[in-house]
């Protein structure tokens, strides 16, 4: 069994009550609409050190993967320039595999201990392209 730190269980916990409140209604806004991604992808690194919230375009390798509530789950994505959770409802991810995601960027607060231990993370809201690992 794997064991993972405080520091992300917390982490996974704030997200799963703060973000999870409003995917519903993030799914249902964006029902039906075609993402024409292009060339407008963003690196990891850039779109964390933005500190602008929004919609991002990323593309990389899935490099683990955390079982959520059903049918939640929480990917890491790392391309050259670093990593970045993402939260999402679809299923058929392999560790591995590489993926081209639209998504928002948000930024949870974990403030513990007189610090500030938050991370931004992505909720995909379209996987355009999947590889799988080969």
Not at 89 to 95: E, H, N, R
Request: aromatic fraction near 8%; charge should be neutral.
């Amino acid at each position: 069994m794997r064991q993972f730190t405080a520091k992300s269980l917390i982490f996974f916990n704030l997200l799963l009550v703060g973000g999870l409140s409003g995917c519903a209604s993030l799914a249902q806004a964006t029902n039906g609409i075609n993402f024409g991604l292009g060339n407008n992808i963003t690196n990891i690194s850039d779109a964390k050190s933005s500190q602008q919230q929004g919609i991002v375009n990323l593309q990389g390798q899935v490099t683990d993967i955390v079982p959520l509530m059903e049918p939640w789950q929480a990917y890491q994505l790392q391309d050259a320039s670093g990593t970045v959770w993402v939260i999402t409802s679809q299923a058929g991810l392999s560790k591995a595999d590489r993926v081209l995601i639209k998504g928002n960027l948000r930024y949870q607060s974990i403030p513990l201990d007189r610090q500030e231990l938050g991370d931004f993370y992505i909720e995909e809201q379209e996987r355009t392209k999947q590889t799988p690992a080969s």
